[in-house]
């Protein structure tokens, strides 16, 4: 069935540093590869995705690069600030309906 | 512009009562709509998911249920509530194929922290 691996669980950075997260997944029909940002005690929300067709993608400080190939696609947050600081879910359309979201990882920035 | 609009915000519940949580939707029509669960720390686990009145997928067996009474209406239910019930409901809509399409962003609610005691 549809599967989203995501890691690192975790993830602690200095301010100004680089974060890179990454998730695999594994239906090769998959087209569509979005990132949710959750801040604590709300729902999450979209803040960046990538279609099939496409390698890489920048919004100011944020990007998604993605290797169909390998079946991964990773989230790049440069010059980290402390609003960063929440918790990262990559999805999957896992066959359309479905929406299948991978484990999440808790990004610390520390000032 | 669409909403979505879940409530109550936090619930608590003692083990064996029922549970009902609504969830409505506002500015589009035949969206697909899902129910998660997040456990403390923990990552969200698709429970249900609906394309359409009256069809429910369920992704996990337990002792929940969901209904879709109406287009943009979505509730998740319980006979009777266990302490492992306890956790962050969130409920969320997207678009369907032609309206949107596989491209198509998910909106979620605000969340209802469930409390079983």
């Known amino acids: 069935g549809e599967n989203v691996e995501q890691h690192p669980s975790t993830l602690s950075v200095q301010e100004g540093d680089s974060a890179v997260i990454k998730c695999t997944y594994s239906?090769?029909?998959?087209?569509?590869f979005p990132w949710y940002k959750q801040e604590l005690g709300k729902g999450p929300q979209l803040i960046i995705d990538?279609?099939?067709?496409?390698g890489e993608k920048k919004d100011q400080r944020i990007a998604v690069t993605l290797n169909k190939t390998a079946k991964h696609f990773s989230l790049h947050i440069t010059e980290t600030q402390p609003e960063d600081s929440a918790v990262y879910f990559c999805?999957?359309?896992?066959?359309?309906?479905?929406?299948?979201f991978g484990a999440g990882t808790r990004l610390a920035v520390h000032p | 512009s669409q909403t979505i609009h879940q409530w109550p915000a936090t619930l608590v519940q003692p083990v064996g009562s029922p549970l009902s949580l609504e969830c409505t939707v506002e500015?589009?029509?035949?969206?697909?709509l899902y129910w998660y669960r997040q456990a403390a720390g923990r990552g969200l686990q698709l429970l249900f998911y609906?394309?359409?009145?009256?069809?429910i997928s369920s992704e996990v067996p337990q002792n929940l249920s969901a209904s879709r009474p109406q287009d943009r209406q979505f509730i998740l239910s319980s006979k009777k509530l266990l302490l492992s019930d306890s956790g962050f409901y969130l409920c969320?809509?997207?678009?369907?194929?032609?309206?949107?399409?596989?491209?198509?962003?998910?909106?979620f609610g605000q969340g209802t922290r469930l409390t079983v005691v």
């Open positions: 969320a809509w997207r678009s369907t194929p032609g309206a949107g399409g596989s491209f198509a962003e998910a909106f």
């Open positions: 239906d090769s029909a998959s087209n569509y």
């Open positions: 990538i279609r099939s067709n496409v």
């Open positions: 999805a999957d359309h896992g066959g359309y309906n479905k929406l299948i």
């Open positions: 500015g589009t029509s035949n969206p697909n």
């Open positions: 609906s394309v359409g009145i009256g069809q």
